[in-house]
């Protein structure tokens, strides 16, 4: 039986990966070079070449909750991050992000938000990073402002995520992990914009205003 559990969560892994894949706007006009409010979106750090994941693996210290890490693979379904209006905050469905806005990023697999707060990260002693509420619902230290040139968030051009409640950006500088989580890297937050902190969107589903609604409202 766990044999069986085991293939069933791996086909159903995969089906995820093909239907996001397919999902993917692949040319075009202007519109679609653009990141949108309610997009499904894989995060890489420019510098390390490692995608922003997180998984239901909580910190051994700290605040003990959930933890973000970077990871080379370009496949893993636990990479895949939803963008979000601040709560009360305006970000309708298909709106391109502009430069400048706040928005959460919630991770699809487990609902929880990008998150940092005045703990110290495990490996480097910089500010801890960890994936926190539930269902989509946290507080006011998920909030990240998107910092880049121009009017709104273009997919190719690379961006900084600072943190609003705390002034940090969202980093890596590539210190990696043992046991349970081996070789991935930790992710964290540092108070200046340098080179570590430079995010580009990769692979995902990219809303747009004239699109019909998703079936499955959680994605």
């Known amino acids: 039986m766990n044999t069986l559990n ?15 894949w397919s999902g993917c706007d692949g040319g075009g006009g202007s519109e679609l070079n653009l990141v949108t409010c309610g997009s499904l979106v894989k995060l890489l750090n420019t510098r390390h070449n490692v995608r922003l994941h997180s998984h239901d ?64 990260s495990p490996l480097s002693n910089n500010q801890e990073v960890s994936a926190f509420g539930e269902a989509g619902e946290g507080d006011d230290l998920d909030v990240w402002a998107v910092q880049c040139d121009g009017e709104h968030w273009v997919r190719d051009a690379a961006v900084r995520f600072m ?41 995902g589903v990219f809303i747009q205003p004239s699109a019909a609604p998703l079936r499955h409202d959680e994605l």
């Open 57 to 120: 693996v909580k910190y051994g210290s700290g605040s003990g909750q959930q933890s973000v890490t970077g990871v080379e693979s370009a496949d893993d379904a636990n990479s895949y991050w939803r963008v979000r209006g601040q709560t009360g905050g305006p970000c309708q469905r298909g709106a391109a992000v502009k430069c400048g806005q706040a928005i959460r990023i919630t991770h699809m697999t487990t609902g929880r938000n990008l998150h940092t707060h005045h703990f110290t």
């Open 163 to 203: 943190h609003v409640g705390t002034r940090v950006y969202l980093s890596v500088t590539g210190e990696q992990y043992g046991h349970p989580i081996r070789g991935q890297r930790e992710v964290h937050a540092m108070p200046s914009a340098n080179q570590h902190n430079w995010w580009r969107a990769m692979e």
């Open 6 to 20: 085991t293939v069933v969560r791996v086909l159903t892994r995969w089906a995820l990966v093909l239907f996001l």
